[in-house]
């Protein structure tokens, strides 16, 4: 009886390391996952020459559909100051990405990014809630000049230019 006990232990003990064991790998995946890794990573694009003239019979705009994270909201007395404190502490985790604070009266809002896509909406998102677990995305009509200057969205003026 007591090696039996001593074995169901011993089994037990083996399954709890074994799992721990798992655990840890999947928490190290997930950082990596996290962390961009940027060592020799190169995206290009090319565009056929259907695209190029389907961009050129297209009818001008200077706004599109595109979207913004809201990182803080508030319509307290205090709003301005707390909507100005949230740009400044995201500028410090990312500095690249801009930032702005929006006055839509009654609320002061905090937006940042100028995202094209969902896709690239969501993993902005992502690692802006990291430090801003309230963050939300927003669908909004933005001008083409607050997308061609912005950092997130990176097209060479060459190609720009070819457009037209």
Do not use: W
Request: net charge positive; charged share 20%.
């Amino acid at each position: 009886m007591k090696r039996q006990i001593f074995s169901f232990f011993l089994i037990l003990t083996a399954v709890c390391g074994v799992r721990a064991g798992a655990q840890d790998r999947v928490n190290s995946y997930m950082q990596r996952l996290r962390t961009a890794d940027a060592r020799g990573a190169r995206i290009e694009v090319r565009n056929d020459s259907d695209v190029s003239s389907g961009l050129r019979v297209t009818p001008r705009s200077s706004h599109t559909v595109g979207y913004r994270i809201c990182i803080f909201f508030d319509n307290t007395q205090n709003g301005r100051s707390l909507a100005y404190g949230a740009l400044s502490a995201f500028r410090s985790h990312f500095p690249g990405i801009p930032g702005e604070v929006v006055y839509d009266s009654p609320t002061f809002k905090t937006l940042v990014g100028y995202c094209i896509d969902v896709d690239e909406a969501s993993m902005l998102l992502g690692r802006v809630r990291e430090y801003f677990p309230k963050a939300v995305m927003r669908e909004e009509s933005m001008s083409l000049a607050a997308l061609k200057h912005s950092p997130v969205v990176t097209i060479p003026q060459a190609s720009i230019d070819s457009v037209r």
